[in-house]
Every structure is written in C-alpha cells, then in structure tokens.
C-alpha cells in the first residue's frame, strides 16, 4: 500500500492501540501530520480502559505538540472530525496494530485501513502495509514517507519523536536486525537534549515495584545455565534493564524476560556465552506464533495472542509460563554443538559433491574509497566494515550477502563475465563512510562474475539443529536447521561449515 492511497478520503481517523507507548505515539503522529498536510480532516486517537499516565509519554505529548486523544465512544470520533453524530468517518487506519485484534477498541469507519509492523494473525482489510520484520512502526511510517517524497528533515519534533520511539520499541537499540531500522536510526536529525530528558523520566516507581517483583520471581535452570522471569506488564525497555539485570546473575548464561500484555507477549533474551546467539534463541522461541530477532548478545521479540491461541494454548500466565519453560527444554534439548578445533569428521555416511558456476556481483574496493580508508557496506545481512586495500574485492553472493575476499582469491575462485548485474535481495546494499552518514548505493560500483567453484565437499543433509564453529571464526557458530547440509572441504577434514538448504540445492551437484 501506498500512503498515496488514503488521499481519496476526507474524514479520517488514525488510532493506535490501547495504552499508547512511544512507538505508537510517534509513528500515528507522523500520518497524522502527512494527511493534515495534504488537506484532509484528519484526528488521532487511541482507546481503551486507562489514559496515558507514564511520565516519559506525556512529556513526549507535550513537548513534541502530538495531538492526541483519549476517546471510548464512537460519538466522540464524529465530534473530533466536525461531523453529524450519525455519521461514520470515511477511514479509519490502526497504526502500530491491527483492526480486530484484542489490544485496540474497536470502533466502525466506511473503510478500514492497518500500517503495522507486528506479526499478521487475522485476515487484513485491502489497503493495509503490514512490515513484520520491523523493529518498530515508525521506520516503517518513516520509510512510506519518504516513498512518498515528504520529507521528515526538516520536521525536529517529528525526527525526534520517531527516533525515540525506535529506541524504545527495540530496547535502546539492541534488538534491530533489519537495514531499514539501521537508516532510520542514522539518519534522522534529532534532540538529544530531549530524548536524554525522556530516558531521565522512563522508569517509574511502579514498573521499579514490577522490577524487583519479578526479579525475586526468577527461575534457574542449572542443567543449561539459564533463568526464566515473568513480570507484570512494563514497556519494553523496562523489560529489557530486568533482563540485564538478571544476566549479571551468577551462573547465569542465557535469560528470558517476559510481559503478559492483552492483545500479546512481549519477551527479552540476553546471553553471555558464545554458544546461545539472543537473536537465534528468540526467533526459536516465537516460532510459529510470533517474530524475535536482535544482537547475538540482546534480542528480543512479539508473541501474538490470537496465534498461540490456535495451537490450543490458554492465555493464561500459568499456561504461557510452561509454554516458555518448553520452548527454552526444547532449544537445548535438540541441539548439537561442534567446534572444528576438536571435532574429526566422519565422512563415510557422505556423500561427495562439487561446486556448479554461479553468477554473482563483485566491485574492487579501491573503486568506491581511496586505499587506507574504512567504509561500511549495509545489506540484508546487516553491516560490513571494509578496511580498503590495493586487492580487497568486495562479493555479492547469489542470495545478496557481502563478502569480502583478496584479489588473488578472485583471480583464483571467480572470473568476470560480460553481462548487466541484477541484485538478487529486497534491500539494496548502501555504502555508508564514518565521515558521512549519507547512504549511497553500492550497485552502480558492482559487474559480473560467475564463482567457479572452491574445490569439491563431501555433505550430508542435517536432521536436528547443529551449531557448527569453524576454524575460521571460531567465537561465532553458524546455525544449521532440518534440511540444511552439513560440509567437509575433500582436501582438507577440519574444514567444516554449514550450508543452508537453498544455497545448498543451488551451488553444488552430486559427483556420481
């Protein structure tokens, strides 16, 4: 959906869920202001049993002048918008939620409209922009404008409004994974002196009540060195400093911090050791009923009510605690962990295969930066920092990775070939300078080339999640799943990876 699409209408109202954080204030915020200044009648509103009463929202109302209101009839929309009572608005669009669903009161409209970044769990009405793999609403917000041509630059309160709410949403940063929460976090101009004025006022004496409470409340696991805490509702962040917290614990090597909320589960992972990767462990926890991501260190994620009601679970807080205490058995129950530095292959229940040619796209990094100078490569995959030598190569893999390799390792393992290169992936790489935050594009610098290979592996298809740490870095494992394959370079045993099963079926064929 463009946002082009909802000019048609006159009387529109913008609601967000019950109990508004930041997220939802900020991004409602921003189309309030994108509709008002293309002329339509527009109000924002949110409902529910209880008005905002956290300090750190209401100076972000107050100081960032975001016209808001608390309403719990119907009535009171058509009195905002200046029309008979009898009258329904034209439009109606949840923003930061989902029409219908358990946490936004429900009021009617001629047409409904939904700009969410939240898992989908019902049916979504025609012009709807749904963006899960968001860390928060208002990138997404931000990025529909500026398809649109309007610019937030110039706006401070309205940069500063959806910074923070980035920030909040994504527990100071610590849970975006996806490029697009990147640009935004870097290129908004915001007020530090006001954000540091809403982090002084966040925390308040209940939600520390709500800290200690659960902290008290821990469980320990100490098989697999892990705790497990429920807390009252809190925001997020809050969720995320008990989550801290709890990992400075000792004996503590991994935590799952949770909130029941009414409409969801927000959760928070933390882990220490170089085994659990937070943002693996909470993308397995939300499988199926959610979405998690993050850091290797912090991460966090969303649990939707309606989905983890249709696996037949109660919403009850002693149902969904056991739910967590199974999915956290079931992640270190099924998994198997090898380290190349003390790990012997045995290859003769696998099968031997070799490499096919594959067009990829390649750039030297001497082209785009002068040698001797740092530069980052944003992509799908996240950042990659590029020190520039004489023969650093820069590779586009055939699923849009970056890789980075000497140009006598091109001259050996790729040739150029003369076509038009195309990128593969949704999010088109940027170069980024640490002297200049302005994104460029890395493809007017990218050609052809076909890989021809790097030797033959023996590979056997992987029936249980194994967590493999190679010889080339052994402190961070590459995560193999049912149905990826498990490698061994022919020439050389210790040399183990992982392939996932796409790029697997793609780039290798058996030697028959």
């Known amino acids: 959906m463009k946002l082009s699409q909802l000019l ?3 009387n529109i109202v913008v609601q967000c869920h019950n109990t508004p954080d930041a997220d939802a204030l900020a991004s409602g915020m921003a189309l309030t202001k994108y509709l008002k200044e293309k002329g339509k009648n527009v109000c924002f509103v949110y409902g529910g049993n209880f008005e905002i009463t956290k300090s750190n929202l209401k100076l972000m109302i107050s100081d960032l002048q975001i016209d808001i209101h608390y ?11 200046g029309i008979r009572e009898q009258e329904l608005p034209g439009l109606l669009i949840t923003i930061d939620s989902q029409y219908g669903e358990g946490n936004i009161r429900k009021f009617k409209a001629k047409e409904i409209a939904v700009i969410d970044h939240h898992q989908v769990s019902n049916p979504l009405p025609e012009l709807s922009e749904v963006r899960s793999y968001l860390a928060s609403c208002s990138t997404l917000i931000w990025a529909m404008l500026k ?38 976090r870097d290129e908004l101009k915001y007020s530090s002196s006001i954000i540091t004025k809403f982090k002084n006022s966040n ?27 429920k807390t009252d509702p809190c925001d997020p962040n809050i969720l995320g400093i008990i989550a801290d917290m709890l990992l400075e614990v000792e004996d503590v090597d ?92 045995d290859i003769s229940d696998m099968l031997r295969y070799k490499s096919k040619e594959i067009e990829m796209g390649y750039a030297k990094a001497a ?43 091109f001259n050996e393992h790729y040739r150029s070939i003369p076509c038009e290169y195309t990128y593969p992936g949704e ?27 790097n030797g033959n592996i023996y590979a056997k298809e992987l029936k249980q999640r194994t967590k493999v740490f190679t010889k080339c870095d052994p402190e961070n494992y590459k995560l193999g799943r049912p149905g990826d394959f498990f490698a061994v370079s022919d020439h050389d045993l210790s040399n183990i990876f992982i392939i996932d099963r796409e790029s697997f079926l793609k780039s290798y064929e058996e030697i028959r």
């Open 8 to 10: 048609q209408y006159e």
């Open 71 to 81: 309403v719990r009839h119907q009535v009171q929309l058509s009195q905002l918008l």
């Open 147 to 184: 398809e649109a041509g309007y610019s937030v630059a110039e706006d401070l309160k309205l940069s500063t409004a959806l910074y923070y709410g980035l920030l909040t949403d994504s527990n100071n940063f610590s849970e975006i994974h996806h490029p697009m929460d990147m640009d935004m």
């Open 203 to 229: 925390i308040s004496q209940e939600e520390l009540r709500i800290a200690g409470i659960a902290l008290l409340g821990s469980e320990y696991y100490k098989d697999n060195h892990y705790s497990i805490v």
């Open 254 to 345: 991994c935590c799952l911090a949770f909130t029941i909320h009414e409409g969801g589960i927000k959760l928070s992972v933390r882990s220490c050791v170089k085994e659990v990767k937070a943002d693996e462990l909470a993308k397995f926890i939300c499988q199926g009923v959610g979405d998690g991501g993050g850091h290797t260190v912090k991460a966090g994620g969303s649990i939707i009510r309606s989905l983890l009601e249709k696996q037949e679970l109660d919403y009850t807080s002693s149902s969904i605690q056991q739910f967590f205490r199974e999915r956290m058995k079931d992640y270190f129950l099924d998994n198997e962990i090898i380290d190349a530095a003390n790990y012997q292959a």
């Open 367 to 409: 082209d785009i930066m002068p040698v001797g100078t740092t530069f980052i490569i944003r992509s799908l995959e996240g950042d990659t920092e590029v020190t520039v030598d004489a023969d650093t190569m820069i590779i586009i893999g055939a699923r849009g990775g970056i890789y980075l390799v000497s140009q006598d390792a």
């Open 427 to 453: 999010y088109e790489p940027t170069i980024r300078s640490f002297k200049n935050e302005i994104p460029l594009s890395l493809l007017p610098y990218v050609r052809c080339c076909q890989f021809m290979g």
